[in-house]
Nanobody, 130 residues
Framework: QVQLVESGGGLVQAGGSLRLLCSAS????????VGWFRQASGKEREFVAS????????HYSDSAKGRFTIDRNNGRKTATLQMTSLKPEDTGVYFC???????????????????????WGQGTQVTVSS
């Protein structure tokens, strides 16, 4: 199993940047894919970005492409989400999530939906003012 803790959220003006950090504990972090999700008030949790175990596989939502960058450091057991050109619509609670790369018969693809991820952090608030 893996435990996840997010940090780095805060209040930023539109056009600004933030870097979110996901710190993991537990064994074999390099056998987990990691994702970032966000949830605005009154809305469903939505996918932002995900990264495979080695960092070679990357997925982004349309809203994140070109503005956000996901990365990971397996030695430090961390994953980051660098966010630039932030907009008020990026406001929400950002969650780090993870799922094992191993399925019952074969490797699992890196997830892009909430259903794919088994482990979740508590979230960190990001507020972008206009």
């Amino acid at each position: 199993q893996v435990q996840l803790v997010e940090s780095g959220g805060g209040l930023v003006q539109a056009g600004g940047s933030l870097r979110l950090l996901c710190s993991a504990s537990g064994d074999r972090f390099n056998t987990y894919a990691v994702g970032w999700f966000r949830q605005a008030s009154g809305k469903e949790r939505e996918f932002v970005a995900s990264i495979g175990w080695s960092g070679a596989t990357l997925h982004y939502s349309d809203s994140a492409k070109g503005r956000f960058t996901i990365d990971r450091n397996n030695g430090r057991k961390t994953a980051t989400l660098q966010m630039t050109s932030l907009k008020p619509e990026d406001t929400g609670v950002y969650f780090c999530a993870a799922h094992s790369i191993w399925g019952p018969d074969q490797m699992r693809p890196t997830g892009q939906s909430t259903d794919s991820f088994d482990y979740w952090g508590q979230g960190t608030q990001v507020t972008v003012s206009s």
